[in-house]
């Protein structure tokens, strides 16, 4: 059985940090790019990030540049996305998603990804 399990969303306040992880079992791990997607209320789901870890490649949408860092352990079938300086605007479900083969040059279409998780909460207040 596919899983994508996220973990480690919260509140917190701005300019402060999480660290969501993302753990994947029941495909060959190292066959797929894992991407974060966001969605917050009232607004359609957006790409965050992506990590193609057999080739070494990240991706990052603009909004989030320089402030989040996505890292893959394979040894653990798991993805992070360290998150600092967060902002109001960061607040959203935090979804991560699995496709086969690579990010390419951004995080793609959301109908690209075969596999989802069922989302963490992350809050950031004022």
């Known amino acids: 059985e596919v899983q994508l399990v996220e973990s480690g969303g919260g509140l917190v306040q701005a300019g402060g940090s999480l660290r969501l992880s993302c753990a994947a079992s029941g495909f060959t791990f190292d066959d797929y790019a894992i991407g974060w997607f966001r969605q917050a209320p009232g607004k359609e789901r957006e790409g965050v990030s992506c990590?193609?870890?057999?080739?070494?490649?990240?991706y990052y949408a603009d909004s989030v540049k320089g402030r989040f860092t996505i890292s893959s352990d394979n040894a653990k079938n798991t993805v992070y996305l360290q998150m600092n300086s967060l902002k109001p605007e960061d607040t959203a479900v935090y979804y991560c998603?699995?496709?086969?083969?690579?990010?390419?040059?951004?995080?793609?279409?959301?109908?690209?990804?075969?596999?989802w998780g069922q989302g963490t909460q992350v809050t950031v207040s004022p």
């Open positions: 998603a699995a496709q086969r083969g690579t990010c390419g040059s951004s995080v793609g279409p959301m109908y690209v990804y075969d596999y």
């Open positions: 990590i193609s870890s057999s080739v070494g490649s990240t």
